[in-house]
């Protein structure tokens, strides 16, 4: 309560710009569409009160032109997007959204320890959905982490560990092989937070011919890995996937050594391509297929 007492009574004592509005919070959810060029950024955020219905509260010293383009984007992730590029920063206090200047905002900075999920997985989580707004660090010893910035985003980050520091569900893995859209090798595994989960598989026998192109010997020997390590508030899971292959070169005998490792964002039960080898459809393909409970 202190801490909200804190930056309103920072933010009271500065001559406002003010537009009226009144409906729930929940319609900074609303999605909206704009396109602005070199356009006053008080007019944008005017335009942004009226589609979510909310009030807007600019400070008197926001002032420049900005060009934004945005499709299907929610009112308060835009406009606190429009704020960070142009060296402003939005509060949230009810049905108002406040654009004022970062530097009149005062810092805060709290710890929190965590139950289900590692200190360097949460700081990698909170990084992603922040970027440049907090400064975040593991506390050492210990499960837990150190969050620095804004109040606003501070709250935040607090909500998003909230909904990512649950138990971890079982992670069913279906990683299959792919030319041309034909499955040529798959396996499951189970899965392991915050740890790299890997298979082998072994082929010498030549797989026979796909559409109009030979298709070479699969692999001699090769492994894929999967690393699952959080759950965002969308119920994606976020993790690492490693591969290597010992694929037929283009001359007989030759081998060309192949090893990816990437990230991927992936909905339970969706399968995503993550890897590619030839750099076109008709190159060998890793699809990965997770199965979890995803919230």
């Known amino acids: 309560m202190e801490k909200r007492i804190t930056v309103l009574a920072i933010l009271a004592v500065i001559v406002f710009t003010f537009v009226a509005g009144t409906v729930s919070a929940s319609n900074l959810d609303n999605k909206v569409s704009i396109d602005f060029k070199d356009t006053d950024i008080r007019d944008v955020f005017r335009l942004l009160g009226e589609k979510a219905g909310c009030n807007i509260i600019t400070e008197k010293s926001v002032r420049g032109n900005i060009t934004v383009r945005a499709k299907d984007v929610s009112v308060i992730r835009l406009a606190r997007q429009i ?144 690393t699952p390590e959080f759950i965002d508030e969308k119920g994606r899971l976020h993790g690492f996937l490693s591969c290597h292959f010992n694929l037929a070169g283009e001359t007989a005998g030759a081998k060309s050594n192949k090893t990816v490792k990437t990230s991927f964002i992936v909905e339970s039960g969706k399968p995503v391509t993550v890897a590619r080898f030839g750099g076109d459809e008709a190159g060998l393909a890793i699809v990965l297929t997770l199965h979890y409970q995803g919230r």
């Open 83 to 226: 704020a960070t590029a142009n060296g402003f920063t939005v509060v949230v206090d009810g049905n108002t959204l406040i654009l004022t200047e970062e530097r009149k905002l005062p810092a805060i900075c709290i710890t929190r320890t965590l139950k289900h999920m590692g200190a360097p997985e949460a700081v990698k989580a909170i990084g992603v959905a922040f970027r440049k707004e907090l400064r975040l660090a593991v506390v050492e010893d210990s499960n837990a982490v150190i969050i620095n910035g804004r109040p606003e985003a501070v709250k935040e980050a607090e909500k998003l560990l909230a909904s990512i520091d649950r138990a971890r569900p079982d992670v069913r893995a279906l990683i299959q092989l792919r030319r041309e859209g034909h499955v040529l090798r798959e396996f499951e595994l189970q899965a392991a937070f915050g740890n790299e989960n890997q298979m082998d598989w072994t082929s010498r026998k030549p797989v026979e011919k796909i559409s109009d192109k030979p298709l070479k010997a699969l692999p001699e020997s090769s492994f894929v890995g999967i």
